[in-house]
């Protein structure tokens, strides 16, 4: 008992470092989200599950560490897991810390270095997405995550972000294809930059990933190319992803508007995707908020529309329960509907009511 009450008291020490020198620091976080999810039709049929990969938010568990090395400069790392709360499984493909990975240097005054792996600039277009302004939740994202603002990756990636100069920030990024003797194959690069002044702000951002491997469907057939199902496991010889957002607070309300392009490209051909989000926050109380969006989607002669409304409860600044209902329709014979990482639906329709509860830690 007494080695056990020793360990116990090495590991907090350990993780709460806040060094006793005072200059280094290594935090836990993560979020563990919830819930059962109702589908009206994937491929043909109803589906009740639990949503073990977060319903509101992805669920992660992460470690993010600094260190004062003096002069303002500092060093920092973020190792960050993603997983499935319903069976304990690894998220990402099973990547220990599939979500990020990454050391790097910061200053004030000099901006952010950071090598590893890491989101590209389009994540910071996700306040912007229906997802976020309407709390739409995880169903919300856009098709097939094309424009990526569903959280993709760079590996083997470099990034270098300037300091904030009067709300202003940009970066530029650069990842590696590890493939010896080509050295364009695989690889990716993206730019991006910020502005906030008060309660307004805004973002533009730039991806090209060379050999572009779709995994996710779209409900029809672009270039020749299959995208319907999940996982669909197609590769484009490069896609180029361009977005821009802006978001204003006012009083109870928040307001936000997004619009990507994703550009696929094969055999000398190319295909773009267009979304268009519109949405809408407002607190109704300190510990309540209502949120609605929609999203509008062009491609070739397709279209498609996607209504998105949300309750949310706080209990704390930390947990809350909401009520999400997604709801997707194609307007031609030509595709059929598929939300967000799920099946495809057999027809053009599909909706998705979510009940779950999130805890921030």
């Known amino acids: 008992m007494k080695k056990r009450r020793l360990s116990a008291i090495s590991f907090a020490l350990l993780i709460s470092s806040t060094a006793s020198h005072g200059q280094s620091s290594v935090t836990l976080y993560g979020i563990v989200d919830t819930g059962i999810a109702y589908v009206s039709n994937e491929g043909g049929k109803r589906a009740i ?56 240097l910061s200053s004030e005054r000099l901006g952010e270095l950071r090598v590893g792996r890491q989101y590209d600039f389009m994540i910071d277009l996700v306040p912007y997405t229906a997802a976020a302004s309407g709390n739409g939740g995880f169903y919300s994202f856009h098709l097939g995550d094309l424009d ?15 300091p904030t100069i009067a709300g202003f920030r940009a970066g530029a990024m650069f990842s590696f294809g590890g493939i010896p003797g080509d050295f364009n194959r695989n690889s990716a690069k993206s730019i991006g930059i910020t502005y906030k002044n008060g309660n307004f702000q805004a973002g533009g ?97 397709h279209r498609w529309i996607v209504p998105s409304a949300s309750l949310d409860y706080y209990y704390s600044k930390r947990t809350n329960v909401y009520l999400q209902v997604v709801s997707m329709h194609v307007d031609d014979s030509g595709a059929v509907a598929q939300l967000f990482v799920l099946p495809a639906s057999s027809s053009r329709n599909q909706t998705a009511v979510t009940i779950g509860m999130r805890h921030n830690f």
Request: hydrophobic share 40%.
């Open 49 to 104: 599950a639990m949503v073990g990969g977060g319903g509101d938010r992805p669920n992660r568990i992460g470690f993010r560490g600094t260190e004062a090395l003096g002069g303002g400069l500092n060093a920092n790392f973020v190792l960050e897991n993603g997983y499935n709360l319903a069976t304990g499984g690894l998220g990402q493909g099973g990547l220990l810390f599939g979500r990020q990975a990454y050391v790097g």
């Open 148 to 162: 990526r603002l569903g959280g993709e990756r760079l590996n083997n990636s470099i990034q270098y972000r300037t």
């Open 205 to 301: 951002a730039l991806t090209s990933v060379e050999n572009f491997q779709a995994g996710l469907g779209i409900g029809t057939t672009v270039l020749g190319t299959n995208l319907t199902g999940t996982p669909v496991n197609a590769v484009f010889d490069r896609i180029d992803v361009y977005g821009a957002g802006a978001a204003y607070q006012a009083d109870k309300w928040t307001v936000a508007a997004l619009f990507t392009l994703s550009n696929l490209h094969k055999d000398g051909r190319s295909a773009a995707l267009r979304a268009f989000d519109a949405g809408a926050t407002y607190w109704i109380s300190p510990g309540a908020s209502a949120g609605a969006a929609v999203t509008y989607y062009m491609l070739d002669a």
